[in-house]
């Protein structure tokens, strides 16, 4: 039976249990609809045996926006400032009750500084990509949403994730923000020169090419700096120069693979390419045979790893220039054969790092 007065629909139980993180303590209904109507409960739980409850770590919550952080652990809900003084109190507030693991959604950059507090904290955190976190509330057919709502959602999500087997670097977490600066000054030079095309007025062409020569010097001196912090760093540096060996890429791209993936060299060549949003899928359903597709991943990394493979597969690595011919001979049409030079450029980076030792030139066999 539906409650009298409240919408159908997924809802807060107001009495958790005290092994919570077992029970998500979501109650969603069979039938999202209108308020008047019958609805069947369904709570989903996650019962484990004895030992694991035993042994579960406690996790909290965090739904992130621009000002505050809205937190649930157990059956507490608080609200602190996103800032210096609010990280503060939720770390406090967590440590007293017991945590150990927290869950945060991916919110264009304003989680950046509590994970790093909370990290230094010594608090495991998972940041969790959207996509994550939505499949999670499809599968429990939840369709209400509100920021508590949302920080109960997140941590019955990370709760059931295992963190990553490589534990995040801040160093390349600080690089990589400055390699974003980078990019987007590079995205600036780019469109300035697509209006350049459009403008006739000798005046306004001036201003215009007065400004693609600034962005191109702050680009070259932003670029040496990031290189110069980089090389600060033994292990950093050696993987670096492993990463230029290879042939066809230059400083630009091997920066963007050395600070993009800090997995680099720990990785199958599978984990890499799809890491990268560059594994092909599969999209098969009984006699259907669908086309195989690129999809997810780090965009970034995968822009600046396609940049580099068209001139890699049209002149600089000998085995590309090999690899795309065939494809080509074969009749696969461009962008497939790009794809493939740029998933190879991937895995020809990690191989090095992984066996740390540099590219070795082949002939190649007649």
């Not at 484990?48 to 157990?74: H, P, Q």
């Not at 670029?223 to 066809?248: C, E, N, T």
């Not at 890429?249 to 799809?274: F, H, K, N, Q, Y």
């Not at 669908?290 to 396609?306: D, E, M, Q, Y």
Request: proline share 4%.
């Amino acid at each position: 039976m539906a409650i009298r007065g409240r919408p159908a629909g997924d809802r807060i139980v107001p009495t958790l249990s005290r092994f919570w993180l077992l029970r998500s303590g979501i109650v969603a209904s069979a039938f999202i609809g209108p308020g008047w109507l019958p609805e069947l409960k369904v709570r989903f739980t996650r019962q484990g045996s004895t030992k694991m409850i035993d042994t579960i770590t406690e996790t909290a919550g965090i739904d992130t926006a621009k000002d505050k952080l809205d937190v649930v652990v157990r059956d507490r809900r608080l609200q602190v400032a996103n800032a210096s003084s609010g990280w503060r109190r939720l770390a406090t507030v967590l440590g007293e009750a017991g945590v150990t693991r927290v869950g945060i959604e991916a919110t264009g950059g304003y989680e950046r500084g509590v994970v790093a507090h909370l990290r230094l904290a010594g608090f495991t955190v998972l940041l969790l990509q959207p996509v994550q976190v939505k499949a999670y509330a499809r599968l429990h057919l939840r369709r209400a949403k509100n920021d508590t709502l949302d920080a109960v959602l997140i941590a019955a999500c990370a709760s059931m994730i295992e963190p990553p087997a490589v534990a995040p670097d801040e160093r390349l977490a600080e690089l990589a923000s400055h390699l974003t600066f980078i990019e987007q000054t590079e995205e600036d030079i780019a469109r300035l020169k697509v209006r350049l095309e459009h403008v006739h007025d000798k005046r306004v062409k001036r201003l215009m090419l007065a400004d693609i020569a600034r962005l191109k010097a702050r680009r070259a001196a932003e670029l040496a700096r990031v290189v110069k912090i980089l090389r600060q760093h033994d292990d950093l540096a050696r993987r670096l120069d492993l990463v230029l060996s290879v042939p066809g890429i230059g400083e630009r791209t091997a920066l963007a693979i050395v600070i993009r993936m800090p997995e680099l060299g720990r990785l199958s060549r599978e984990e890499a390419a799809a890491l990268a949003g560059l594994a092909p899928f599969d999209d098969d359903s009984g006699s259907h045979k669908g086309l195989r597709r690129i999809a997810g991943g780090r965009g970034r990394l995968r822009r600046s790893l396609f940049a580099a493979a068209l001139p890699a597969a049209f002149r600089w690595n000998k085995a590309l220039v090999e690899m795309y011919r065939r494809l080509i001979d074969r009749g696969k049409p461009h962008n497939a054969a790009l794809t493939a030079c740029a998933r190879k450029l991937l895995i020809y980076a990690n191989t090095v790092v992984q066996r740390g030792t540099p590219w070795v030139e082949r002939p190649l066999p007649s």
